[in-house]
């Protein structure tokens, strides 16, 4: 039967806050953030695109925004953001098959995770400026 | 193909708690796997069209293979985004009212944003 007495000694759900940051943990609220971002950032798409099908004038204000400095630190956030989320997303993609979920290669996909997003993130760049 | 997850009852019920059953979960697996080639085809457009101005930006959509792709992209991320932020509201928001308004904001931006996008696509693909 059922021992009632030994409930009490089972650990409560604990809150966020007391668990040291992992990683991992970091990776899962940053896929989060980053879908966040990029619905709020469609808003930027919608912007360029429908001031595209407006007319030239209407478009100049759009690119020109772009072409700014701020413009560009957006794209780049922007961009960081899409190859963060696709590379988290491939990574929910290898546990849905049912592989990674050992410690080690969660740990390990966490990692690759954000060192591939950046490395990507800067190649992008790179041809962004090359064939500017 | 699609493997129903669902027990009986819930099968007839067709509700869970989002009250759709596995169809969010299965079709933001889906969307999920198309934005991949279509995300990355997308961000190669944006590469291949910058600084060549109104003019660069007409001229390739008025390629139906570019207009096709980019409608592709619309719908495939405004639909999976549209998943994604009802499970995020679900997940954080519990006032019953609040949901549901939350949820109706989220489906109202999906959809403006789907529009705002096909119709600019389509007007510019068919010539202006
Ligand atoms: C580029 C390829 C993309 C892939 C592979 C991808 C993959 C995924 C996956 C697998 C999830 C589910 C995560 C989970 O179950 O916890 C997800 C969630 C989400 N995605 Fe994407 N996604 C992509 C692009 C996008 C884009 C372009 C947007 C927005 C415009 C977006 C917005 C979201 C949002 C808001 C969520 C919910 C986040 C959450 O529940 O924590 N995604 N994505």
Redo the contacts with the bound molecule.
């Keep these: 039967m059922a021992d009632l007495s030994r409930k009490s000694a089972r650990p409560l759900s604990p809150h966020l806050q007391i668990y040291r940051p992992m990683l991992t943990m970091m990776m899962s609220i940053v896929?989060?953030i980053t879908?966040?971002a990029?619905?709020v950032g469609?808003l930027l798409l919608v912007w360029w695109l429908v001031a595209a099908a407006a007319g030239p004038a209407y478009f100049e204000v759009a690119d020109g925004f772009f072409g700014s400095i701020v413009g560009q630190l957006i794209l780049f956030g922007y961009t960081w953001a899409?190859l963060h989320?696709?590379l988290g997303?491939?990574r929910?993609f290898i546990w849905d098959f049912g592989h990674g979920h050992g410690a080690e290669a969660r740990e390990l996909l966490a990692k690759g995770t954000l060192a591939g997003s950046i490395v990507l993130t800067i190649l992008v760049w790179i041809v962004v400026i090359i064939l500017r | 193909m699609k493997a129903d997850i669902r027990t009986p009852l819930g099968r007839v019920r067709g509700l869970g708690s989002a009250r759709d059953g596995t169809g969010h979960f299965w079709r933001?697996?889906l969307t999920?796997a198309s934005?991949?080639p279509l995300?990355l085809y997308f961000v190669v457009f944006l590469i291949s069209v910058q600084g060549t101005g109104h003019a660069g930006l007409v001229a390739a959509l008025q390629n139906p293979l570019n207009a096709i792709a980019m409608l592709l992209v619309v719908i495939s991320?405004v639909v999976?985004?549209r998943i994604?932020?009802q499970?995020?509201i679900e997940d954080y928001v519990h006032a019953e009212g609040l949901k549901i308004l939350l949820l109706m904001g989220n489906t109202f931006f999906a959809v403006f944003v789907g529009l705002a996008l096909v119709f600019s696509i389509l007007k510019i693909g068919f010539g202006g």
Excluded: E, K
Aim: aromatic residues 4%; charged residues 10%; positive net charge.
């Design positions: 896929h989060r879908g966040s990029l619905y469609t899409l989320h696709m997303g491939i929910h | 933001q697996r999920a934005n991949v995300l991320a999976h985004m994604g932020m499970v995020i």
